[in-house]
């Protein structure tokens, strides 16, 4: 199956600080890549959608401008946490639609002290 | 969960029994996968089943799916201590913008 990717694996961060997380379909081109988020023993929740070329539609409930999203080409999609607060401190995870299925990220370990 | 639902939220058997899940979600859908997470790991997709489709099987999984009643199965053969981790259904349409169930934490003990 295809691959994606993200950068970093983990990162720890201070309170009020971003930190920016790359997600990228490293054979197959993505015109659009969703942006997960799995807080301990539960699920994942789903962020936003991240369209190629235009503004990302977000899920009820997630602040669009405390979660930047950049989807400048059709292989890379960030994700930036602005102002992180230690609430922030979750599992990120991208995926990316191929023709038949998604294809998901190993994700990033974000920890806010 | 943002789609619905799965039970048990954690299941312990014994290896050599068989662990069902089960998943209901909410909206229509053409398509739904299921997807196991070890501990603070990514997802290994395990199966997909289309919405034309009643059952399927892949190795020791088993999977149905009754639209009419929104839900699905996930039938485990024969588990194993390997097979422990936390099981996902996820629904689709058009492999697009998925929403995942609550999940079950299935712990098999050697």
């Known amino acids: 199956g295809a691959v994606v990717s993200q950068h970093p694996s983990w990162v720890i961060c201070k309170s009020g600080t971003s930190v920016k997380i790359e997600c990228r379909s490293l054979?197959?081109?993505?015109?659009?890549m969703f942006w997960y988020r799995q807080f301990p023993k539960q699920s994942l929740m789903l962020m936003a959608t991240?369209?190629?070329?235009?503004?990302?539609?977000?899920e009820q409930g997630v602040e669009k401008d405390k979660f930047l999203i950049n989807h400048a080409s059709l292989t890379l999609s960030t994700l930036t946490v602005t102002s992180a607060h230690p609430e922030d401190s979750s599992f990120y995870i991208c995926?990316?639609?191929?023709?038949?299925?998604?294809?998901f990220g190993p994700g990033t370990r974000l920890t806010v002290l | 969960s943002q789609q619905g639902e799965e039970d048990p939220q954690a299941l312990s058997i014994q290896e050599g029994e068989n662990a069902t899940m089960n998943c209901s979600y909410k909206t229509s859908i053409n398509n739904l996968q299921w997807y196991r997470q070890n501990s603070g790991r990514g997802l290994v997709h395990l199966i997909l089943?289309?919405?034309?489709?009643r059952e399927k099987h892949s190795g020791r999984l088993r999977v149905t799916l009754d639209t009419s009643k929104k839900s699905s199965s996930l039938l485990i053969t024969a588990s194993r201590a390997a097979d422990t981790a936390s099981y996902f259904c996820a629904t689709g349409y058009n492999f697009n913008k998925f929403y995942f169930g609550s999940g079950t934490k299935l712990n098999v003990k050697p």
């Open positions: 995926s990316a639609s191929g023709q038949h299925e998604q294809f």
């Open positions: 089943i289309r919405s034309n489709e």
């Open positions: 054979d197959f081109q993505a015109t659009t």
């Open positions: 991240s369209n190629e070329g235009s503004k990302a539609t977000y």
